[in-house]
């Protein structure tokens, strides 16, 4: 006996994958147009443009994801944008939003860590391997810092050389500089509190973006 033919009402569904969808928004700054971007969950890109088209910040940002769905929006990005504009402005010690980052568990480590370095204080790459708990890995604690997705919100460039070079920051040295002299001339103006940015994380191994 032949089984009755396939209808569309006995077909099974078929379940898609829903896409991630990111809104991203281009703010301006004392240290150039900032890239922003979050998913529902939390930010997950901040990238310095350097004359790159939205577009092309997006493609990097991307990468190989094909999962992910683009939109231009202030209203969802206004809590990252006030914060930001607080730091910039020296009203607030910290950008104070939670965080959707990807990363390696060495990475998200780092990054932690980075995140507990005090307003106006610098620490060394080497300081930042013992405080991980990984005391020979000054390399890949820069090479952390360098693939850092969101700097200035997550302090990367607070992390300095053992000779107290201003080096190993993507977004250059001339920013790097700026930030930390930020720092310096509003430390103790504002309240300082440590809090963990990091409730949010995935663990998908991030990797080196050039638009930072």
Same mark, same amino acid.
Not at 116 to 132: C, D, L, N, S
Not at 151 to 164: E, F, K, Q, Y
């Given at each position: 006996?032949?089984?009755?033919p396939a209808t569309l009402e006995s077909a099974?569904?078929?379940?898609?994958?829903?896409?991630?969808?990111?809104? *991203?928004?281009?703010?301006?700054?004392?240290?150039?147009?900032?890239?922003?971007?979050?998913?529902?969950?939390?930010?997950?890109?901040?990238?310095?443009?350097?004359?790159?088209?939205?577009?092309?910040?997006?493609?990097?940002?991307?990468?190989?994801?094909?999962?992910?769905?683009?939109?231009?929006?202030?209203?969802?990005?206004?809590?990252?944008?006030?914060?930001?504009?607080? *730091?910039?402005?020296?009203?607030?010690?910290?950008?104070?939003?939670?965080?959707?980052?990807?990363?390696?568990?060495?990475?998200?480590?780092?990054?932690?860590?980075?995140?507990?370095?005090? *307003?106006?204080?610098?620490?060394?790459?080497?300081?930042?391997?013992?405080?991980?708990?990984?005391?020979?890995?000054?390399?890949?604690?820069?090479?952390?810092?360098?693939?850092?997705?969101?700097?200035?919100?997550?302090?990367?460039?607070?992390?300095?050389?053992?000779?107290?070079?201003?080096?190993? *920051?993507?977004?250059?040295?001339?920013?790097?500089?700026?930030?930390?002299?930020?720092?310096?001339?509003?430390?103790?103006?504002?309240?300082?509190?440590?809090?963990?940015?990091?409730?949010?994380?995935?663990?998908?191994?991030?990797?080196?973006?050039?638009?930072?």
């Amino acid at each position: 006996m032949r089984p009755p033919p396939a209808t569309l009402e006995s077909a099974p569904e078929r379940v898609y994958p829903r896409a991630v969808r990111l809104a *991203y928004h281009v703010m301006t700054s004392p240290v150039g147009l900032l890239f922003v971007a979050a998913s529902p969950r939390g930010l997950r890109h901040v990238g310095f443009m350097d004359r790159k088209s939205i577009k092309r910040m997006i493609a990097v940002f991307s990468g190989t994801q094909t999962d992910l769905e683009w939109g231009a929006s202030l209203l969802e990005l206004k809590p990252v944008v006030d914060s930001l504009e607080g *730091y910039f402005c020296g009203a607030l010690d910290r950008v104070d939003v939670p965080l959707d980052v990807e990363g390696s568990p060495l990475q998200i480590a780092v990054w932690k860590e980075l995140s507990r370095i005090p *307003y106006g204080e610098t620490r060394t790459y080497g300081e930042i391997a013992r405080a991980i708990g990984q005391p020979r890995a000054a390399r890949a604690i820069g090479t952390a810092c360098n693939q850092n997705p969101v700097p200035i919100v997550v302090p990367c460039h607070r992390v300095i050389g053992a000779n107290g070079a201003l080096t190993g *920051y993507a977004g250059g040295v001339s920013r790097k500089k700026w930030l930390l002299k930020h720092e310096a001339r509003f430390r103790g103006k504002v309240e300082s509190e440590t809090a963990d940015l990091f409730t949010i994380t995935s663990g998908r191994a991030g990797s080196k973006r050039d638009a930072r």
